[in-house]
């Protein structure tokens, strides 16, 4: 079996927007998917996303972000190509954020060959369940460019032979 594609959504689901990530996966989970995409619901804690990728082929993490931006605005970084802007606050309750762990691994050699991030603005961190509206459209945005992005790194490999993907 080849090295498996996974798709992370991070956060904590009783702190409204902060939930983005984990809604994600969870709406990506009711998709037809090979078995080589693995979809993990994620706290965000750095050496646990460092530990999961190091055997990875491709990664997405979905988090939310916190910048004084416009609620629902959607933030896509190729983390080989690009630093992150120094504005983004992803909302991390661990000792590191994203951008650190992803920093670290860069330095420890355990980066992976593909890790693109997705962020989105978030309104509201406050205890309580569900997304804003703006997050929530925001969203189903990402998920679409999520199945896209994977549909066409897997279109890229020699050996696919899906017929049923992400219906």
């Known amino acids: 079996m080849p090295l498996p594609i996974l798709l992370i959504g991070i956060g904590n689901e009783y702190r409204s927007d902060d939930s983005v990530g984990l809604t994600a996966i969870r709406a990506l989970k009711t998709r037809v998917l090979p078995e080589d995409i693995l979809l993990i619901?994620?706290?965000?804690?750095?050496?646990?996303?460092?530990?999961?990728?190091?055997?990875?082929?491709?990664v997405i993490l979905i988090d939310a972000v916190s910048s004084g931006a416009t609620p629902g605005t959607i933030y896509r970084f190729d983390a080989l190509k690009q630093p992150f802007p120094a504005q983004l606050s992803f909302r991390s309750?661990?000792?590191?954020?994203?951008?650190?762990?992803?920093?670290?691994?860069?330095?420890?050699?355990?980066?992976?060959?593909?890790?693109?991030?997705?962020?989105?603005?978030?309104?509201?961190?406050?205890?309580?369940?569900?997304?804003?509206?703006?997050?929530?459209?925001?969203?189903?945005?990402?998920v679409e460019q999520v199945k896209h992005e994977v549909q066409t790194a897997l279109h890229q490999e020699p050996n696919f032979s899906l017929k049923e993907f992400f219906t």
């Open 41 to 58: 619901e994620s706290s965000g804690d750095g050496a646990e996303l460092i530990e999961m990728w190091s055997t990875a082929r491709m």
């Open 93 to 142: 309750t661990h000792a590191f954020s994203i951008a650190e762990a992803i920093e670290l691994a860069r330095i420890l050699g355990q980066i992976p060959p593909s890790l693109i991030v997705y962020a989105i603005e978030g309104q509201n961190f406050s205890t309580g369940v569900g997304l804003s509206s703006e997050v929530e459209n925001a969203m189903r945005k990402v």
